[in-house]
């Protein structure tokens, strides 16, 4: 029985046809208090007035808290897979490796409902670890595992 690194958790080659969702979630817990962070990216872009990049930094606190949110809209984001643009698919084989960096610009989101220039970071996700390092406004969020 072999043991497998692949991991289709890497980012998917974007389709022919819209709308696509990619977007990724990781929960860490630390004794009593929940975080998580939701991140992705919707293609194609367009002129619609619906958010192309999502970013939320969630908690839930000791005692059975309801878990809350901070929600942004970056303006822009990129996604590589081993410092290149995606060209495949992910598959069971090949070790996870991709990073995804979003940035703010003002005036950007109109239309859509969330704060749209305060969201930033990077989520990096190699063979053996994840960094993530990101904003929402006032509210960050910075985590190593593995």
Known sequence: LGVGLGSLYDPHVFPRGAPFFEGWYTRVVDGADSFGVIFGRVLPESASSLPRV??????AGRNGTSMSATDCVP????ITADGQPISRNPDF???????WNASSST??????????SSGAGTFAVGPTSTAIDVACGSLSFSAEIG
């Open 75 to 78: 303006t822009r984001t990129s």
């Open 107 to 116: 005036g950007a989101g109109a239309g859509f409902d969330l704060a749209p």
């Open 54 to 59: 999502y970013l939320s930094i969630m908690r």
């Open 93 to 99: 084989v090949t070790p996870p490796s991709f990073l």
